[in-house]
């Protein structure tokens, strides 16, 4: 096979241009260590927070909130009654061209996602039909296997490290789930062939027949 051919799907980007390059990608494939890192340690730091505590995600976030709404006031009254300078706290305004953008990206996916449900309804796709029917029942299983919060965390750890290792033995992985695929297809004509094909044969002598 030649050098392109042993890229999954026959593709001709990197895994850091799949990736929508930029910071997201430098920080999924770890060339932004620090940031990376520090995901990485907030997520693991959180989840043993969370699951050796009875806190529940709602009530860490407004304890927090509620702390650095405390520290802020305190800080701004204090700083009134000493002549001192106010909290650094940055103004933060949404433009109406901002909000007209994300209305129209929710609107395009919403009218998107009701005309695909639409089709799977009135059964005109039922390969969409299959995909979404597999997807429910995968997430129905992993569902069954573990709660919400763990799997959000198995998630995070999941795209820190597999992207990494998938980049770095990438031509190995390729090549491997290459040969895979052909040999799967070999066994698909093989169990055609000997198999569905006597089947249908079977059926065919057996209403000739009758």
Known sequence: MSSTDRLLFNRQASVHHLLGGGLFADVILWRDKNVTMAILIITLASWLMF???????????SNVLLLLLTILFLWAKSAQILNRPTPPIPHFQLSEETISEVAAIIRDRTNTFLSVSHDIALGKDPKMFAKVAAYLLLSSVIGSLTDFRTLCYTTIIAALTVPVAYERYETYVDSSLIKGNVKLKKLYIRFDEEIIKRVKKWILEKNKLS
């Not at 699951?51 to 976030?61: A, G, K, N």
């Open 51 to 61: 699951e050796r505590s009875d806190y529940t995600f709602l009530s860490y976030v």
